[in-house]
Each structure stands twice: as structure tokens, then as C-alpha cells.
């Protein structure tokens, strides 16, 4: 028979641990998420630009978009995947739905309006 050493025990000791603190970790992770039924909702496309767009490209950080008849698909990507310094945005903090409305706006709004 092996002879239980202080390494041994420390070992077996570690592996319990591990097991206990994992297995309901496992288990919560696994339970399927539910959906949140109360999300955030912009407004309009108006209210995405002021409040997200405008802090860069009305202050001259970043270039004008209003007036330059960018298409509405440019802007989408653009806004979902960033181009050089301008930071991507992700569903999360502009939804498709409300990307699509900024998208328009800014597409559609003359310079200075």
C-alpha cells in the first residue's frame, strides 16, 4: 500500500477543491440563458448620432458625416466594424435595428441640421 505523503494529501486535497468549486460552475454555465425581455431601444437614428456619433465627428475628433451622401451600407459597416481610430460598435451598444435608422440619418441629414 502507498504511503500518504504531505505532497500526496496537499494533491488530493487540490483535485477535491477543484472538483467541488467546478462542478456547480459547470452546472450554471450550462442552464440556458433567457433572453431579456426589456432591452434598450434608441429612439431613432437622430438620437444615435447625438448621443454616440456627434461626441467624435461634430467636435472635429473625427471627419463630418452629415451632408456627404455616404451610402447607408458604408455606414453600417463602418460603424459595426471601425475604421482606424473610430472604435467598432457592437449589437450590444447599437442594435441592427437602430444601426439601420443612424445609417439613414446620417445618409439622408444635410451638414449642420
Not at 19 to 46: L, N, S
Not at 73 to 98: K, N, W
Request: neutral net charge; aromatic residues 6%; charged residues 25%.
Amino acid at each position: 500500500m502507498k504511503k500518504m505523503t504531505m505532497e500526496n494529501a496537499l494533491g488530493a486535497l487540490t483535485l477535491a477543491a477543484l472538483v467541488a468549486v467546478g462542478m456547480p460552475a459547470a452546472a450554471a454555465w450550462a442552464e440556458p440563458q433567457q433572453p431579456t425581455e426589456q432591452r434598450f431601444a434608441w429612439k431613432d437614428g437622430a438620437e444615435v448620432y447625438t448621443k454616440v456619433c456627434a461626441l467624435c465627428h461634430e467636435t472635429k475628433v473625427g471627419p463630418p458625416l452629415r451632408g456627404r451622401d455616404l451610402d447607408p451600407t458604408y455606414i453600417r459597416l463602418v460603424v459595426r466594424h471601425g475604421s482606424r481610430a473610430m472604435p467598432a460598435f457592437r449589437e450590444s451598444e447599437i442594435d441592427d435595428q437602430s444601426l439601420e435608422k443612424l445609417a439613414e440619418y446620417i445618409s439622408k441629414t444635410p451638414a449642420h441640421q
